[in-house]
């Protein structure tokens, strides 16, 4: 299958300073790439659809000025958590879209917010 | 919007046996229906998926059985092992781009 990768695995930081999460597609090229996070023992929250060379598209109640999303290339997204609170501290996957429509998923962020 | 319902939300089934997971979903439209696998720690892992032209698919001990009329679908693994012990998600989509919609996921515990 497609891999995805994404970096850091984990992160920490203090309260008020911005944390950048990237999300690589290694082995094929993904127009539209998906950001998520997810609360312990919870589903998968979608957060926004990114798409390359245009603005991300954000779900109801999430913040676009405090999660800023840029898909640069093909395969490349990534996501920027400005002024993070420890509210903001959570699991953060990003999934790739090959042509089919089928989402492969990275390993995810763990991002612990002090 | 789509809404998509996953029971049970805990299972637990004795090593060898058989693990049902069951989905329903809403959205008359929607056309593919993934299912991933999560493990503790790590990203959701894509095991199977079935599109809406077929109504069962098998691989190995996975199979997945679709029925658009009733609006479900079901995970089935046959001869459980330990490493099967994680987090399932069933989860629908309408068309390429757009949004998955995934269910609140069942922890399944394969007991030895």
């Keep these: 299958g497609a891999v995805v990768s994404q970096h850091p695995s984990w992160v920490i930081c203090k309260s008020g300073t911005s944390v950048k999460i990237e999300c690589r597609s290694l082995d094929f090229q993904a127009t539209t790439m998906f950001w998520y ?7 998968l ?68 917010v002090l | 919007g789509e809404n998509v319902e996953q029971h049970p939300s805990t299972l637990s089934v004795q090593e060898g046996d058989s693990a049902v997971i069951k989905c329903t979903y809403s959205d008359s439209a929607s056309n593919y229906f993934p299912w991933y696998k999560q493990e503790l720690g790590k990203g959701p892992q894509l095991i199977i998926d079935i599109r809406s032209n077929v109504g069962e698919k098998k691989d190995q001990r996975i199979a997945v059985t679709l ?32 949004k998955i919609i995934f269910g609140k996921g069942t922890r399944l515990h394969i007991l030895p």
């Design chain 1, 37 to 43: 996070r997810q609360f312990p023992k919870q589903s």
């Design chain 1, 45 to 112: 929250m979608l957060m926004a659809t990114s798409n390359e060379g245009s603005k991300a598209t954000y779900e109801q109640g999430v913040e676009k000025d405090k999660f800023l999303i840029n898909h640069a290339s093909l395969t490349l997204s990534t996501l920027t958590v400005t002024s993070a609170h420890p509210e903001d501290s959570s699991f953060y996957i990003c999934s790739a879209e090959i042509p089919s429509g089928t989402q492969y998923f990275g390993p995810g962020t763990r991002l612990t």
């Design chain 2, 67 to 98: 029925n658009k009329t009733a609006k479900h679908f079901s995970l089935h693994i046959t001869e459980t092992q330990p490493e099967d012990s994680a987090v399932y998600f069933c989860a629908a989509s309408r068309q390429r781009d757009d």
